[in-house]
Nanobody, 127 residues
Framework: QSPLVESGGGLVQPGGSLRLSCEVSGFTLDYYAIGWFRQGPGREREGVSWISGRSGIADYADSVKGRFTISTDNAKNTNYLQMNSLKPDDTAVYYC????????????????????WGQGTQVTVSS
């Protein structure tokens, strides 16, 4: 059973917004890295956004820069991915993933670096 649970997905029109949540159990989010990845229809899994708990430095895939924001509420052991100006190409199952512990200032970007994964939440952007 995964210690990560995603929620917040749904159906939204182009230009709309969604906020995804990743609730983490069994780990204290002090020194960590969390990444969001997605897999769309007929597509390979791709990275979306990443954040280092040590530094707070976040990064984003070029396709979502300026539209998505990643953040973590350490007290709630929950990471959030705020998605604005959504496009049909954003349609995918979104997964959060965790590296723990992690002491680097920059989160890894490859899915192979993440040990723990949630089950995913569906985001559909359609008119």
């Amino acid at each position: 059973q995964s210690p990560l649970v995603e929620s917040g997905g749904g159906l939204v029109q182009p230009g709309g917004s969604l906020r995804l949540s990743c609730e983490v159990s069994g780990f204290t989010l002090d020194y960590y890295a969390i990444g969001w990845f997605r897999q769309g229809p007929g597509r390979e899994r791709e990275g979306v956004s990443w954040i280092s708990g040590r530094s707070g430095i976040a990064d984003y895939a070029d396709s979502v820069k300026g539209r998505f924001t990643i953040s973590t509420d350490n007290a709630k052991n929950t990471n959030y991915l705020q998605m604005n100006s959504l496009k049909p190409d954003d349609t995918a199952v979104y997964y959060c993933a965790l590296v723990y512990p992690y002491y680097g200032n920059v989160a890894p970007t490859s899915h192979s670096d993440y040990r723990y994964w949630g089950q995913g939440t569906q985001v559909t952007v359609s008119s």
